[in-house]
Nanobody, 122 residues
Framework: QVQLVESGGGLVQAGGSLRLSCAAS????????MGWFRQAPGKEREFVAA????????YYADSVKGRFTISRDNAKNTVYLQMNSLKPEDTAVYYC???????????????WGQGTQVTVSS
């Protein structure tokens, strides 16, 4: 099993930046693709970004492409989401998740963190 704990959320003004972290337990972190998802009030959970197990391949939702960067440090069992040029519509609870296959579909992801709130004020 993999346990995931997100951190780094908070309140930021539009145009600002935040860096989310997701710390994973277990010795098999490097075997999993990792993803970030978000869920705004009254909306379905949506894909944000994914990174392959070795960190070579990344994939982004169109809404965040060019503004967000996903990365990972397998030695530290941690995945990151650097968020720049934040917009009010980025406001949501952000979740990290682990999957045995790389991709954007929620169904691929077996393990989820508890989420961290990101609020962007206008």
């Amino acid at each position: 099993q993999v346990q995931l704990v997100e951190s780094g959320g908070g309140l930021v003004q539009a145009g600002g930046s935040l860096r989310l972290s997701c710390a994973a337990s277990g010795r098999t972190f490097g075997n999993y693709a990792m993803g970030w998802f978000r869920q705004a009030p009254g909306k379905e959970r949506e894909f944000v970004a994914a990174i392959s197990s070795g960190g070579v391949t990344t994939y982004y939702a169109d809404s965040v492409k060019g503004r967000f960067t996903i990365s990972r440090d397998n030695a530290k069992n941690t995945v990151y989401l650097q968020m720049n040029s934040l917009k009010p519509e980025d406001t949501a609870v952000y979740y990290c998740a682990a999957a045995q296959r790389f991709g954007s579909r929620l169904a691929y992801y077996d393990y989820w963190g508890q989420g961290t709130q990101v609020t962007v004020s206008s």
